[in-house]
Structures are given as structure tokens and as C-alpha cells.
Nanobody
Framework: QVQLVESGGGLVQGGGSLSLSCAASGSAFDIVTMGWHRQAPGKQRELVAT???????NYADSVKGRFTISRNNAKNTVYLQMNSLKPEDTAVYYC????????????????WGQGTQVTVSS
């Protein structure tokens, strides 16, 4: 009953910036952790960044210092500001949410967006 919709992907030159956003919608859920993963052609999906409700963040080593994750709890939205982009950042970026389903006393589940393409040219 939870859907995630990403926006903000596109084509950018190396050294440029892009901002991604992801809004969660549905019913009977409370979002716990939100984040972003990415998958490049021929590579495994990898974690990019996560953020807890309290604002604690975690970044992949490859993006530390360049990407910033944030969230607006009132809007159930997570953002990813990507600066100093490199061609190796090219991938499909997937929004992620770990949620508590409030129709049950104790039940959690993972949800994924459909992905948004980010392409960084040289």
C-alpha cells in the first residue's frame, strides 16, 4: 500500500549537479529509514545514501563529500543533492523506504521506486 515516485533524473555534464526527490504515498504506514540505491549497467545495485527519521545519514564511500541526502518528514519525501558528478555516477537511481505498517502491531517492509536515470557525460 506504499508507492514511491522519483523525479529529477536526467543528463548532466561531468562536474555538474542534479537533485533527485522521492515522495512516498499510501496509507497505514510510518516511514522509518529512507534512502537511495543505484545500479549501473553490468554492475550490482549498491547503496548510495540513507537517512533515519532523526537525521542520521550514511553514505557510500564513492559519494562522500559530493552527495547530500535529506528528508522532509511532513511530506514523506527524501532528496538527494548530487554535486561534482562524475561519469561513473551514471546509473539508475532507486528510491528506498523501510516502513512500519500500522495495520499490524509489529510489521515492517521495504519499498522501492521505479528508478530514475542519471547520466553524466564526460
Amino acid at each position: 500500500q506504499v508507492q514511491l515516485v522519483e523525479s529529477g533524473g536526467g543528463l548532466v555534464q561531468g562536474g555538474g549537479s542534479l537533485s533527485l526527490s522521492c515522495a512516498a504515498s499510501g496509507s497505514a504506514f510510518d516511514i522509518v529509514t529512507m534512502g537511495w540505491h543505484r545500479q549501473a549497467p553490468g554492475k550490482q545495485r549498491e547503496l548510495v545514501a540513507t537517512i533515519t527519521p532523526g537525521g542520521s545519514t550514511n553514505y557510500a564511500d564513492s559519494v562522500k563529500g559530493r552527495f547530500t541526502i535529506s528528508r522532509n518528514n511532513a511530506k514523506n519525501t527524501v532528496y538527494l543533492q548530487m554535486n561534482s558528478l562524475k561519469p561513473e555516477d551514471t546509473a539508475v537511481y532507486y528510491c528506498y523506504a523501510y516502513v512500519r505498517l500500522t495495520a499490524w502491531v509489529h510489521k515492517y517492509d521495504d519499498y522501492w521506486g521505479q528508478g530514475t536515470q542519471v547520466t553524466v557525460s564526460s
